[in-house]
């Protein structure tokens, strides 16, 4: 009896010996993503531009100001800084705009500006502000009768500083959600007010001139 009661005491010390630790289970921490910041968009926009010129030669013959149809891009740099860049072409005639064969006189503008703006944005709000600044060249190509020398086209390029403000609206009329693979992502509506400020010195025409836009521009 009493060999059997250690036996089986013995028996008990071993199977303690031999069995596993027990461990407690590690508290496992979820691991956080980080959210990838989202992508800031780019900007296509199909705009109407009023011009008006501070040449009175271009006002007696032609027009004092017009309306220019333009495209613009608008890239992100980084942070809130964006680049615009933006071309308008304009073609005018002697009789108030209407071609005729007649036509003797013809003028043409096209504007080209590089405008780094910074962008004041609200998460919460649909509008976003700009104010930017930038070089701006105004080509322009007038025909005419020959002059003395026999030539009948005088062409050429004002460089000039642009400084604008303006504003985006968002119409909502995209939603990711609705359309999560179209390649638009939203639909805007701006406007800016910009001065083309012509540098000084040089000859031929001055295209020195007060813009104003308003634009539909696509988030890409």
Request: hydrophobic fraction near 40%.
């Given at each position: 009896m ?26 496992t ?64 005639y002697t ?70 403000a ?55």
């Amino acid at each position: 009896m009493g060999t059997t009661l250690l036996l089986m005491a013995l028996a008990s010390v071993a199977r303690a010996q031999d069995a596993p630790p027990t461990e407690s289970p590690e508290e496992t921490t979820p691991e956080v993503a980080e959210e990838e910041a989202p992508r800031t968009p780019v900007l296509v926009s199909i705009r109407g531009i009023a011009e008006t010129w501070s040449d009175p030669g271009i006002g007696t013959v032609y027009a004092s100001g017009g309306l220019l149809g333009g495209i613009g891009v608008v890239v992100p740099l980084f942070g809130p800084l964006r680049l615009d860049v933006e071309a308008a072409y304009r073609r005018m005639y002697t009789d108030d705009g209407a071609e005729t064969p007649n036509d003797s006189l013809r003028m043409e503008v096209l504007p080209v500006s590089f405008v780094v703006e910074y962008v004041l944005s609200n998460d919460d709000s649909p509008v976003e502000g700009f104010v930017g600044l930038g070089p701006s060249f105004a080509g322009y190509r007038e025909h005419h009768p020959p002059d003395e020398t026999g030539l009948g086209l005088t062409r050429g390029a004002k460089f000039s500083l642009e400084p604008r403000a303006g504003l985006r609206f968002d119409t909502g009329l995209v939603q990711a959600r609705m359309a999560p693979t179209s390649p638009v992502q939203g639909v805007d509506v701006e406007i800016y007010g910009a001065r083309r400020l012509q540098l000084p010195g040089g000859t031929g025409f001055d295209l020195d001139a007060w813009r104003g836009g308003v634009g539909l521009a696509f988030r890409i």
